[in-house]
């Protein structure tokens, strides 16, 4: 997703229409995502097949803006319809946050559109929008994707609208290497950036076999590879989504310094900030001190152990905490000046602590 610099004309069509949404939550290392970066492919630089595939797939893909309107944060990201009664798939970083959402599509229509169902862990969301149809849709694919195929993606990265990003599928079942990303994923080649998340992988046959969630980008920024969460039609993720399922990752409310993670000792989790209202504040967690400009001053707690298991960084926390559920009891264990502590507490789902996304 790309944030949005224009926040006071999104705050004004907020009140004339339903509004936008599009961010990857969490990014300083909260329970949540990170968000993505570079590059593009003009239509005139496609093959020919490839831009048979475009143009025949492009009024189905759309621009989805979102914006919070306590926090005034905008964003913009892509989406595309997958029934012609309006329900749009995208990323679910994409309305994390939002409250007000639109979509703009390639006919020049914006229309206000609400969040029907979502999961979280898997990075997808479904919208439904607050429109007349029939809309054009993009077929998902009815077999499963195939590595060293060519693929192309259309988003709205760069400043562009709808434009294509082409590429290949690297490989299957990628691991994300960050436990806050969905895992499982298509790794491809295709040049993507902030704007494309939620947007259509598609396939020479023009059906969507995925959706933009993240990318790798190298010291410099540029993109060096690109990954999507795989759909096919009724597979149970779709399935679970077409039936309005909300399923959402679990968190204890902690936001974790991911610059000084790890380099502790013991080696753990160091906590930055704990979340207002959320079981962690409850549970009498503490968060680190900080100077005028922001930076590490004295350290709070820092976590090193979940349900007995050794946690030695934020991303180990991270991922023992998402092994568990909604609901479930997991207990800390973290050292507060030298001393190790433990605390039991409640996980809850992440949409219910919004403090988690604040600076």
Do not use: C
């Amino acid at each position: 997703m790309r944030l949005l610099p224009w926040l006071p004309v999104l705050l004004l069509l907020a009140l004339a229409a339903y509004l936008l949404p599009d961010r990857l939550p969490g990014g300083r290392g909260a329970e949540g995502l990170a968000p993505p970066a570079t590059t593009r492919t003009l239509p005139g630089a496609l093959p020919e097949g490839a831009q048979k595939v475009f143009v025949r797939s492009r009024p189905a893909v759309v621009q989805v803006q979102s914006l919070n309107p306590r926090t005034q944060e905008g964003g913009l990201g892509t989406g595309f319809f997958i029934s012609a009664q309006g329900q749009v798939l995208t990323a679910y970083h994409v309305v994390a946050t939002g409250k007000l959402f639109r979509v703009q599509t390639l006919s020049g229509r914006a229309m206000g559109a609400r969040v029907t169902a979502y999961d979280a862990g898997a990075d997808v969301a479904l919208l439904q929008v607050e429109g007349r149809g029939p809309f054009p849709a993009l077929n998902l694919a009815t077999r499963p994707p195939r590595a060293g195929e060519t693929v192309l993606a259309i988003g709205n990265s760069g400043g562009d609208f709808l434009q294509p990003r082409r590429g290949q599928v690297l490989r299957l079942s990628a691991e994300a290497g960050r436990a806050d990303f969905p895992q499982g994923t298509l790794e491809m080649t295709a040049p993507l950036a902030p704007g494309d998340s939620g947007g259509p992988i598609i396939d020479g046959n023009g059906q969507a076999i995925g959706v933009v969630s993240y990318i790798r980008v190298d010291d410099s920024g540029q993109t060096r590879a690109s990954y999507a969460v795989p759909v096919t039609e009724g597979n149970a993720l779709i399935a679970a989504l077409r039936t309005g399922a909300q399923r959402d990752v679990p968190v204890v409310g902690l936001i974790f310094d991911v610059v000084h993670s790890g380099m502790t000792d013991p080696p753990g989790a160091v906590v930055r900030r704990v979340a207002r209202g959320s079981p962690a504040e409850r549970a009498g967690l503490r968060g680190a001190t900080l100077d005028r400009e922001g930076r590490l001053a004295a350290l709070g707690d820092v976590i090193v152990r979940v349900d007995g298991r050794r946690t030695r960084d934020a991303n180990e926390v991270i991922g023992a905490i998402r092994q568990a559920k909604v609901g479930d009891t997991v207990r800390l264990g973290y050292v507060r000046n030298g001393e190790e502590r433990e605390a039991q507490i409640q996980l809850v789902g992440r949409r219910s602590v919004p403090n988690l996304d604040e600076p």
